[in-house]
């Protein structure tokens, strides 16, 4: 029997606190398994595209995931998909899960961590993009930290205004008026060419760039990327579909990864005067972390509709 788990299901089971500490744990031991990750895109003759990730694996974990996702920008939700759970005994089909939720809050919450653990002690967070990963991003951020106001641009002013009633916010109206307010600014876009470059920014501030996920896709600008710290979650992806491809930047352009970050392995930020960037694009291992999670949580708690995919 396969267990469907619907987005009502996963925000009935998936908590903040709980999936930080998983994708902590993650990205300090996903690298020393021997299969490597894939993340596959194609374009299609639609105004989208196909991605799948896989397969997410994590030491510990009897299970494997693969993830097929939608993402077409003009459709509501952008991204739909499936994450399909499989046994890694037998391939057992566990469970099915929405996607574009657990996509939102492993995006949007490992992002959380990379802010953490790059950013100075700011006082004001902008947010460009409010979006479902910037609600997680924001979200995630308040279990590590606090922070005093709060600035929001989108393109869809209702929508901005919506976000900062959720989190007491404020609006203005550019990414540029973002830059110019914040300390620290998470950026969830579908731009394809630069919102903020570096004559936008001032020393000591950190930029989180969860848009440049595929090709094409850009939120800061190559001279941005340059003069600051750059931390990636994978250099191989940041350089091939990530933020590094799109600026036409090498590998080495990258500082660091994440888990050198966490690990100890790079110091991070040294200075309060020191740019920093995240820029991940989203590791299979990831999928996996949350979403076996959520079956455990589901399985407790009796959530979810129970299928025979096979009669």
């Known amino acids: 029997m396969t267990l469907l788990l619907t987005r009502s299901d996963l925000e009935a089971v998936l908590e903040p606190e709980a999936?930080?500490?998983?994708?902590?744990?993650?990205?300090?031991c996903a690298d020393t398994l021997p299969v490597v990750g894939r993340r596959v895109r194609t374009d299609l003759p639609f105004p989208g595209t196909a991605t799948a990730l896989l397969p997410g694996l994590l030491p510990g974990v009897e299970a494997y995931t693969v993830k097929v996702n939608a993402k077409f920008p003009g459709g509501r939700p952008a991204l739909r998909g499936v994450i399909c759970l499989h046994s890694g005994r037998d391939g057992e089909l566990l469970a099915l899960l929405d996607s574009a939720t657990v996509t939102a809050w492993r995006t949007g919450l490992a992002a959380a961590l990379g802010t953490h653990a790059l950013a100075g002690r700011g006082e004001v967070l902008g947010v460009i993009g409010a979006g479902a990963q910037a609600e997680l991003m924001v979200r995630g951020l308040a279990e590590l930290r606090s922070y005093r106001d709060l600035v929001v641009h989108d393109t869809d002013a209702e929508r901005a205004e919506a976000f900062c009633g959720r989190h007491a916010g404020r609006t203005v109206a550019s990414a540029q008026e973002v830059a110019a307010a914040a300390d620290t600014v998470l950026l969830a876009t579908w731009a394809r060419s630069p919102l903020l470059r570096l004559s936008d920014t001032r020393e000591g501030q950190h930029f989180t760039s969860l848009g440049a996920d595929e090709p094409g896709k850009q939120e800061l600008s190559a001279d941005l990327l340059r003069a600051a710290l750059l931390v990636v979650d994978d250099r191989e992806f940041a350089a091939t579909m990530g933020a590094l491809a799109t600026a036409e930047l090498p590998p080495a352009a990258a500082g660091a990864t994440l888990a050198d970050v966490l690990r100890g392995a790079h110091p991070g930020r040294v200075s309060v005067e020191d740019r920093t960037v995240y820029a991940p694009v989203g590791l299979p291992w990831q999928d996996l972390a949350l979403s076996w999670a959520a079956y455990r949580a589901a399985?407790?708690?009796?959530?979810?509709?129970?299928?025979?995919l096979l009669t």
């Open 19 to 28: 999936c930080l500490d998983a994708l902590s744990e993650g990205f300090l």
């Open 299 to 308: 399985e407790r708690a009796g959530m979810g509709r129970r299928v025979d």
